[in-house]
């Protein structure tokens, strides 16, 4: 059974820094695609940044520069380094992995960014 556990998440000031990360369990990463999603209050999940099949990540215009999402192939985890956050980054933040079958979501983690 396929699971993805997210961690990491919490309170920072404006700023500050986070890490967030995503544990995969009976799959891989590995030639899958992977994306990071948040959801804040009242507003539509977005795309935030994504990691290819070949390991080429993309990101959305509100966080390039500030986010930076990789994977550690030996430890079955992505991560998405949060700098220079801001109080718009209040979110709760999901890991999704795309295999050529199906599609997993994590449960999501709570970033908070106050002012």
């Known amino acids: 059974q396929v699971q993805l556990v997210e961690s990491g998440g919490g309170l920072v000031q404006a700023g500050g820094s986070l890490r967030v990360s995503c544990v995969a369990s009976?799959?891989?990463?590995?030639?899958?695609?992977v994306g990071w999603y948040r959801q804040a209050p009242g507003k539509a999940r977005e795309l935030v940044a994504s990691?290819?099949?070949?390991?080429?990540?993309t990101y959305a215009d509100a966080v390039k520069g500030r986010f930076t999402a990789s994977r550690d192939t030996a430890k079955n985890t992505v991560y998405l380094q949060m700098n220079s956050l801001k109080p718009e980054d209040t979110a709760v933040y999901y890991c999704?992995?795309?295999?050529?079958?199906?599609?997993?979501w994590g449960r999501g983690v709570q970033v908070t960014v106050s002012s």
């Open positions: 999704k992995m795309d295999s050529f079958s199906a599609n997993y």
């Open positions: 009976g799959s891989t990463f590995t030639n899958n695609a």
């Open positions: 990691i290819s099949r070949g390991g080429m990540p």
